[in-house]
């Protein structure tokens, strides 16, 4: 089970950070990624993360801004998002799915695993 929080309301250019916890599994052997869907369009890839910590990869609309991490022994993974945009408003949701390789997984379909999503809202 994945259950992601932090979302909430911030101005432009403001930052938040959002967390996925998991429960139940060893974190350490899976690959997490975040997604974001907008009201009225399909959910896309934000950010990924390699199961040890080692590989990360961003969406070009994120890069520089966002930074995705991850703590085993805490079994979370965090999204911090910096220089927030009014089209950064989304669901963030975060995924995860059991991999043997040391790889960043970034199409929807390869997870197995989901949080039910957080709303970030931005706008002054």
């Known amino acids: 089970q994945l259950q992601a929080s932090g979302g909430g309301l911030v101005q432009p250019g403001g930052s938040l950070r959002l967390s996925c916890a998991a429960s139940g599994r060893t974190f350490s052997s899976y690959a997490v990624g975040w997604f974001r869907q907008a009201p009225g369009k399909e959910r896309v890839f934000v950010a990924g993360?390699?199961?040890?910590?080692?590989?990360?990869y961003y969406a070009d609309s994120v890069k520089g801004r966002f930074t995705i991490s991850r703590d085993n022994a805490k079994n979370t993974v965090y999204l911090q998002m910096n220089s927030l945009k009014p089209e950064d408003t989304a669901v963030y949701y975060c995924?995860?799915?059991?991999?043997?390789?040391?790889?960043?997984?970034?199409?929807?379909?390869?997870?197995?695993?989901w949080g039910q999503g957080t709303l970030v809202t931005v706008s002054s």
């Open positions: 995924a995860a799915t059991r991999t043997p390789f040391i790889v960043v997984i970034t199409t929807a379909i390869s997870y197995d695993y």
């Open positions: 993360i390699a199961k040890n910590g080692g590989r990360t």
